[in-house]
């Protein structure tokens, strides 16, 4: 193979467009107010995405003790806006933003996708707070929450803006009838949540896991639907990432049409011209993910393409 050649495969190998994905529209799958649309690597699913073959998710990594996560300080005015990473491997750690850390002294939302490289030195990433009447004095130990449903997200990757992020979580909370004393996002997930949500919670992801699991292993991604609105969608460079991510990614999405979802009525042209200008090309991703979404690059390679709440097209 001749070095343009190896060029170019590469060069396309690095994008989530059509070059390398479709969206497969006759493998949809509706379960109540959520239809999801699986997003497909060409070719089998092809080889990882280069520089990616090491990396695990956040949620792994904390399980199996690869990383540890603390409070940069005690000063909440100089540090609530960032948390240490310290790896102890020689494994990379992927980090999705809008994933959420419990403990500390407040709880925690990521801002912005982050790989993490083995390193001996202390690594610091980006945070919101999603806890807002809670600053302890004592630090609690910091554990993996969820990811933040779309339209919290949206808030976050759109004008992260603390004020505005309270706001959207203060809007949730009272949306769902959730009572907390400290205001926090993740209250729905400390046993304090209504049982006929908790039940239909269980019910949507038990069935769309079930889809999952029973399909093939070229899927990386996906388009979410509710009403006639398109929810967003997730995209990600490797299989291997995107089932890492699947469990959070779908309480995520189910989490939104819980509270804000209704009986999908949107027909698939409308979703056809929202993916196309998301994947026809690189510019065309480039300028859509610009006032619509994000791109999540590690040097040329598209890590994750994450995109928002898109209404009748």
């Known amino acids: 193979m001749s070095l343009l050649l190896l060029f170019v495969v590469a060069s396309v190998s690095a994008q989530l467009t059509y070059e390398t994905l479709y969206v497969d529209y006759d493998s949809a799958w509706t379960y109540k107010n959520l239809k999801i649309i699986p997003i497909r690597k060409k070719g089998g699913g092809g080889e990882p995405g280069a520089g990616l073959e090491d990396v695990i998710p956040l949620k792994q990594a904390l399980n199996q003790g690869l990383v540890t996560v603390t409070e940069r300080g005690t000063t909440s005015f100089d540090n609530v ?10 494994k990379s750690i992927y980090i999705s933003g809008g994933e959420i850390m419990t403990g500390g002294r407040q709880d925690r939302m990521v801002i912005r996708d ?3 490289r083995p390193s001996e030195k202390d690594q610091y990433v980006p945070v919101m707070c ?20 779309a339209h919290l997200r949206k808030v976050l990757d759109s004008t992260p803006n603390q004020v505005l992020v309270w706001r959207e979580i203060d809007r949730q909370l009272a949306t769902g009838g ?31 896991y079930n889809k999952f699991k029973h399909t093939d292993s070229t899927i990386v991604g996906f ?5 006639d609105k398109i929810i967003g969608s997730d995209i990600f460079a490797t299989r291997d990432i995107f089932y890492y991510q699947l469990d959070p990614l779908l309480h995520s999405y189910i989490d939104d049409v819980l ?7 949107m027909k698939d042209p409308p979703i056809r011209r929202y993916m196309d200008k998301l994947l026809k090309d690189e510019k065309s991703q480039e300028e859509f993910c610009l006032k619509n979404g ?20």
């Open 223 to 227: 388009v979410a639907i509710s009403g």
């Open 294 to 313: 994000k791109i999540f690059k590690e040097g040329t390679q598209v890590v994750h393409v994450n995109t928002f709440l898109k209404e009748g097209m």
């Open 178 to 208: 959730f009572k907390t004393k400290t205001q926090a996002y993740l209250s729905r997930d400390l046993g304090k949540k209504d049982k006929k949500y908790e039940t239909g919670e269980d019910d949507y992801f038990n069935w769309f």
């Open 130 to 149: 999603v806890e807002e009447d809670r600053w302890s004095e004592k630090e609690k130990k910091f554990g993996y929450g969820a990811i933040a449903n």
């Open 259 to 265: 509270l804000f979802g209704s009986p999908v009525t």
């Open 114 to 116: 982050t790989i993490l």
């Open 81 to 90: 806006h960032w948390l240490r990473f310290n790896t102890h491997s020689d």
